[in-house]
């Protein structure tokens, strides 16, 4: 073991950032290359060059997941994993995703420039369908490796157009073999951008990522009864986005009132829907995030007793139903220590922080120690093109990905 | 004359009714008759045939507009107009329109049965896309008739699959000659359902209409900044629906503020609209009616300061723009007392009200002496499948517009 001689190159990992950019790029500058489309197929093909050129053994499995294995010094011996995914949303950036996998990749280059020998097997991997922006749900194939999901609900999701998940992998050439399957790792790490304000705000070059929130997902269907906004009278009326609107209200006052807790109607759909009709049906999404369990529970339930308030003041149908729901996800001890002590010994300045958005690593940790880093996005701003992490906290995030690598190798 | 030997019939009324709503019949027992499709031109087709049994001469405007005209005892004496559309929304009912069509041909059925003679000629008109559902605005052909609008307008009017209103007149036959336009009426009457719960709330048989109410539509556009739902601060959002939900509320709020004016929200049109997306734009439907222009012009005032007020609070941009705006228009005290002495002279109970919605009336009385007569809609139900008015209100509809009209005829 030399772990001290490896170094990670900020400029060799920016130039791999900004080549795999342009597959996919728009003409403002942002990236869009949705899952198992030609983009997504040019990215792998490149990918799996890069891999070979940097001597991994590369394998795909019957999700379309791409490993590339760096061997060890220890027979049988599990490996540590490291990755993310090269999906973007329809118009996304250039971070989101790559710098983790690229990152990943430049662990293994900086360790070859070093020759270095690790006693644990290293591999990269990439995650088909992160997003879930072409086929729901959002980290499909992490889903199905951990066990969340069925290898047939993956293979059966269609996008907008009727393609499913199945024939379009198999399209594209990446259609591997289930026992491919990420393999028992003694740890995974992925690097990816905070895609939020905080980083930035504190000053902080480094997140250390103690766990993922928990999220609930719902929805919101308020039913009162359309009528001609001519000929009715005010007081005859419900109107069932004048509810819907007390509902986004009291949403937005319950984060106020829940330490902790988050809260977001991002979809708010109305019928009919005509300028000249009193709304008869509105539907709305609940999005509920929060670290604690608990607090989760208890914004769920202040949820119903809105909704139920809401309905008995207007005359109207209020009903809230939740369809979704993640638990908080604490990252392992060993691995945040990892990555807080890499940092630490890089001298950079770090910040604790629960990632608020969802990643592959969820699902790996539900099943094995896993963690993750963090660098700051300019302005918080992420799934926009306008997305931006500059040279230097790249650099930084993929030699902290380097140091609890090769911590990981050795003392896991 | 002999007014007083003429009777309409209810029962013949009722079955023509009846037999015009197999035309487009829904599977709910309701109508779907868009205008110009082949389900008008049968309408049209029947009405034509109807009105030549009665024995009048037709004749067929540039803009599809029907004429059936009875003749007068008096040489080139300008004739008592009275009519209305028989095209329907695409979940229309059995009476919207069709009633004041179907009710000015029995008033030419009940003449002919007493074989009275008029000292004016009588016209029955139906107008050509009142509804506006297929091609906007609404009310088109009675706008063009009336000076509102250019016939150029009219027939560059498409469709949402592109068609339009000019290609779509030639091809069911109903594009007729301009000079056969309306010829100075010396008064218009329609007859028509409420649409609304007044009359059936108050117990009446016949509302007397004394005008339109003015209408002034426009948007409201919310402008903050799309986010991620899962890492974005509440603190650091920019939510264009929370804005547009204050929106929502306060323009209810000023219809309680501001006497005699009715405000609704039809549309709420999200950007993204994704679950998972702080909403970064909103745009929203505004429509203010009043019967005073002032209170009008007042409601519009409040509509712009309370977007600055919002848009204050929430650091958001919130601007109201208004793009149409219909004066209150009030009838003719001539068309109105007719109906009046009409209704007291036939003992029926009564209302007197302003029409809250748009009528091919209201761009009639723009140029003419005109009016209306409303008979009740049951539970104020319209543009709906369920709409219904009994048979008796529609043959009391039918009586007060015959007797107006031969009021009319003899001393206009």
Redesign the interface.
């Known amino acids: 073991m030399m772990a001290a001689q490896a170094t990670v190159s900020s400029e060799r990992l920016w130039e791999s950032l900004m080549a795999m950019a342009e597959i996919g790029r728009t003409p403002a500058g942002g990236v869009r290359r949705l899952a198992l489309s030609d983009e997504d197929r040019r990215a792998r093909d490149l990918f799996v060059h890069w891999l070979q050129d940097a001597g991994c053994t590369v394998r795909v499995d019957d999700l379309g997941n791409i490993y590339g294995r760096r061997a060890g010094a220890e027979p049988g011996a599990g490996p540590v994993v490291c990755g993310s995914h090269l999906d973007t949303v329809p118009t996304g950036g250039r971070f989101d995703g790559a710098l983790g996998v690229l990152g990943a990749l430049e662990v293994v280059r900086a360790m070859n420039d070093a020759s270095l020998v690790t006693r644990r097997p290293v591999e990269v991997v990439c995650w088909t369908n992160e997003e879930g922006a072409r086929f729901a749900p959002a980290m499909l194939a992490s889903g199905v490796v951990c066990g969340q999901l069925t290898i047939d609900a993956a293979y059966g999701s269609r996008d907008s157009a009727g393609r499913s998940f199945g024939e379009e992998l198999t399209r594209i050439g990446y259609r591997g073999e289930a026992e491919h399957r990420l393999q028992a790792p003694v740890a995974y790490v992925e690097l990816h951008v905070?895609?939020?304000?905080?980083l930035e705000r504190a000053g902080a070059q480094i997140g250390i990522v103690e766990g993922v929130?928990g999220?609930a997902?719902g929805w919101i269907d308020v039913v009162g009864q359309?009528?001609?906004?001519?000929?009715?009278?005010?007081e005859?009326r419900l109107?069932a986005?004048?509810a819907?609107?007390?509902a986004?209200?009291a949403i937005?006052t319950m984060?106020?009132e829940l330490p902790g807790v988050?809260?977001?109607?991002?979809?708010?759909?109305?019928s009919p829907?005509?300028?000249?009709?009193?709304?008869g049906a509105?539907r709305l999404?609940t999005?509920l995030?929060a670290r604690d369990a608990a607090a989760l529970q208890a914004a769920a339930q202040r949820l119903q007793d809105v909704c139920t308030a809401i309905g008995a003041q207007d005359g109207v149908e209020v009903r809230a139903s939740e369809f979704w729901r993640s638990p908080p996800t604490p990252f392992a001890a060993m691995v945040v220590d990892a990555v807080a002590d890499t940092a630490h010994s890089l001298r950079y300045t770090t910040r604790r922080l629960w990632?608020?958005?969802?990643h592959d690593a969820k699902y790996v940790a539900d099943r094995f120690p896993a963690g993750m880093i963090f660098v700051p996005s300019a302005g918080?701003?992420?799934?926009?093109e306008a997305e931006w992490t500059p040279k230097e906290d790249c650099g930084r995030g993929g030699a902290v990905l380097l140091g609890t690598v090769l911590r990981l190798t050795a003392s896991a």
């Open positions: 905070e895609q939020g304000p905080i929130e999220i997902w359309a009528a001609h906004a001519g000929p009715t009278p005010m005859d109107d986005l004048v819907a609107s007390r986004v209200l937005r984060a106020k988050r809260t977001t109607v991002g979809r708010c759909d109305v829907n005509t300028i000249n009709v009193v709304p509105v999404s999005d995030r990632a608020g958005a969802g918080g701003l992420s799934h926009n």
